[in-house]
């Protein structure tokens, strides 16, 4: 999921030079490890075998979990043993409910939803299970509201973190939520202080980096952004997104979310930080809309790491 924004740079902006002379440092330095880039498909197939065939069809190694519940226990093996066969990782489970909803009854069976989703994901040795904080907005599960930026919602957030680890108790996977552009975390570091709150090894980062631009400092300096979050949020970043953003002419700050090359984040620093992580953290297509926006946007990743060196799994 994501489909959001951002907002304070300020406060580290005069940390950027020294960011963007590592990032350059970085870059002649040379790549890291191969890169697991994945997406959807849209093979109309139930059948584990055929779906995983058909990622490696499209160059993906990693993938989104197929259709599966958690107590279905012959379809689980199948995933398991028919992505491993052709190499191909599930990179995440979603768990796109709110786990702050202002509905105390709503807000309880979304925490069960998302504990289940947990629950699936060390099912099938998924990277990840990922969902939002939430929000306290009360039509609009993931929309803006005030107190998403308080110390209210950041210990709430806290508490339904541990929460969902404890109960399912993961060996394989790892819970993980992302930023949002209006509620916490909203940039590399509130998203530290939750690690260091949370304290659990369980609980990681899933990156979005289009995400955490929520300004228009950050949108034009977005190679600094995304240094500064692989710096900070490195070791503990085990999934990504792709997509990529444009500025909307208007009257006030509007950016849009288009298929990665149509807009200015830079693949480029992305693919190299993400090439240089401890692990080989998948790098994830979503939000297009057709089959051909999401191979023109797997296309232009590709071509992005073939000038600068970058292989991908």
């Known amino acids: 999921m994501a489909a959001i924004r951002r907002r304070e740079f300020l406060a580290t902006a005069v940390a950027f030079p020294a960011i963007a002379a590592g990032a350059q440092r970085s870059e002649k330095a040379g790549p890291g490890h191969p890169i697991r880039l994945g997406g959807p498909i849209f093979l109309k197939s139930a059948d584990p075998v055929e779906l995983a065939?058909?990622?490696?069809?499209?160059?993906?190694?990693?993938?989104?979990?197929?259709?599966a519940t958690l107590d279905d226990g012959d379809r689980i093996r199948a995933i398991r043993s028919a992505f491993a066969a052709e190499r191909v990782v599930i990179a995440e489970v979603g768990a796109w409910r709110n786990m702050l909803d202002p509905?105390?009854?709503k807000r309880a069976d979304n925490l069960k939803y998302v504990t289940d989703r947990m629950a699936l994901a060390e099912a099938v040795e998924a990277r990840c299970c990922v969902d939002i904080a939430g929000s306290y907005n009360p039509t609009v599960w993931y929309g803006a509201d005030p107190r998403n930026l308080s110390q209210e919602f950041f210990d709430a957030t806290v508490e339904?973190?541990?929460k969902v680890?404890?109960?399912v108790r993961p060996r394989a996977t790892k819970f993980s939520i992302e930023m949002m552009g209006w509620s916490l975390p909203d940039g590399p570091d509130s998203y530290l202080k939750l690690i260091r709150a949370v304290d659990r090894p369980a609980f990681a980062v899933h990156m979005d980096v289009c995400n955490g631009i929520n300004s228009p400092a950050r949108f034009y300096r977005n190679a600094e952004f995304i240094a500064d979050c692989f710096a900070k949020l490195g070791k503990w970043i085990v999934s990504c997104h792709a997509k990529d953003l444009a500025w909307i002419p208007e009257y006030n700050v509007h950016f849009r979310e288009v298929v990665p090359g149509k807009g200015q984040i830079d693949y480029a620093e992305y693919l190299q930080q993400l090439s240089r992580l401890p692990v080989d953290a998948?790098?994830?297509?979503?939000?297009?809309?057709?089959?051909?926006?999401?191979?023109?946007?797997?296309?232009?990743?590709?071509?992005?790491?073939?000038?600068i060196g970058i292989q991908f799994a």
């Open 160 to 162: 339904n973190c541990r």
């Open 103 to 105: 509905d105390p009854q």
């Open 53 to 67: 065939r058909e990622h490696r069809r499209l160059g993906y190694s990693a993938a989104y979990i197929p259709a």
């Open 165 to 167: 680890i404890d109960a």
């Open 282 to 307: 998948p790098l994830m297509l979503e939000h297009l809309q057709t089959p051909e926006e999401y191979t023109e946007g797997r296309d232009y990743i590709r071509s992005v790491g073939e000038r």
